[in-house]
Nanobody
Framework: QVQLVESGGGLVQPGGSLRLSCAAS????????VGWFRQVPGKEREGVAC????????WYKFSLKGRFTISRDISKKLVHLQMNSPRPEDTAVYFC??????????????????WGQGTQVTVSS
């Protein structure tokens, strides 16, 4: 059983930057497809960014392209979500998810087997 732990959340000013990290107990995440999702109270959870296990193919929520970047840190066994120029509407609980299964649709939450507990990101001045 893989346990995912997110870190790096907190309060950030609009236009600032924040980096979230996802770590897995008992695994390196190198062989996993990993995704970041977010949820606002009262709304459905949505995909933010994903990176595939093969060739590190990435997917981004269209409105976040150019501001958010997902990447792997192989040496530290982490997957990061770099958030640049965040906006108040990016405020949400951010979740890390992972799977070793073949994924056909990177932003489909049902494709992911393991989930973290989430980390709160608040964008406010």
């Amino acid at each position: 059983q893989v346990q995912l732990v997110e870190s790096g959340g907190g309060l950030v000013q609009p236009g600032g930057s924040l980096r979230l990290s996802c770590a897995a107990s008992g695994s390196t995440l190198e062989d996993y497809t990993v995704g970041w999702f977010r949820q606002v109270p009262g709304k459905e959870r949505e995909g933010v960014a994903c990176i595939s296990d093969i060739d590190d193919i990435t997917w981004y929520k269209f409105s976040l392209k150019g501001r958010f970047t997902i990447s792997r840190d192989i040496s530290k066994k982490l997957v990061h979500l770099q958030m640049n120029s965040p906006r108040p509407e990016d405020t949400a609980v951010y979740f890390c998810a992972a799977t070793r299964n073949l994924v056909s649709d990177l932003d489909d939450q049902n494709e992911y087997s393991f989930w973290g507990q989430g980390t709160q990101v608040t964008v406010s001045s």
